[in-house]
């Protein structure tokens, strides 16, 4: 799958984000433009990832959905702000500094090398038995990991040995995201 987004597409997408957290919080949600373009009507994975202060916040997402990108997002981003088991439910009182960004997912694709990883372009999902870990691709470049800390790391995260992902059983899948992040 091809996206086809564009930074317009992607601020509506931020929007609807801010708008689907801010009217749980009991607060007036802003309004998204009337004007939906198809792109925001595909059925991909997204992920909505909030920050304070630098500092991660809250991030749920989907790998893939039956719905609208546009509902995905809405729905995310309420997980995000509220249901990250990591993080307390964000207050009415600190929304207003809490960033927001969109990661909006291209399909899986599987990989019999770690080597075909490219750390900056790939997001990976790592299985093994029932455990699984995913990490988006901004953040091996935020992290400033090579290919073997963002597979480790990738691996930790789904309650596996930190070299798990050398096991032959181990599936590593990636996949490309385009990210749009909260204008100032």
Not at 55 to 81: D, F, M, N, P
Request: with cysteine; glycine share 8%.
């Amino acid at each position: 799958m091809s996206l086809a987004l564009t930074q317009e597409d992607g601020q509506v997408l931020i929007q609807a984000a801010r708008s689907a957290i801010a009217s749980r919080l009991s607060e007036k949600g802003g309004c998204y433009p009337a004007a939906v373009t198809p792109a925001l009507m595909i059925q991909c994975g997204a992920f909505v990832t909030l920050k304070s202060e630098g500092s991660l916040r809250g991030c749920i997402g989907r790998i893939s959905s039956a719905k609208a990108l546009l509902q995905t997002v809405k729905e995310v981003a309420v997980s995000s702000a509220f249901e990250d088991p990591r993080f307390p439910p964000v207050t009415r009182a600190e929304w207003p500094r809490v960033q927001v960004e969109v990661s909006v997912l291209s399909s899986l694709k599987a990989v019999d090398d770690p080597r075909c990883v490219c750390v900056g372009t790939h997001g990976v999902l790592v299985r093994s038995g029932f455990n699984s870990g995913l990490l988006l691709p901004q953040v091996a470049a935020e992290q400033g990991w090579d290919r073997e800390a963002f597979l480790s790391h990738a691996c930790r995260k789904a309650g596996l040995p930190p070299d798990a992902w050398r096991d032959p059983q181990t599936q590593i899948e990636v996949f490309s995201a385009m990210v749009f992040e909260q204008e100032e």
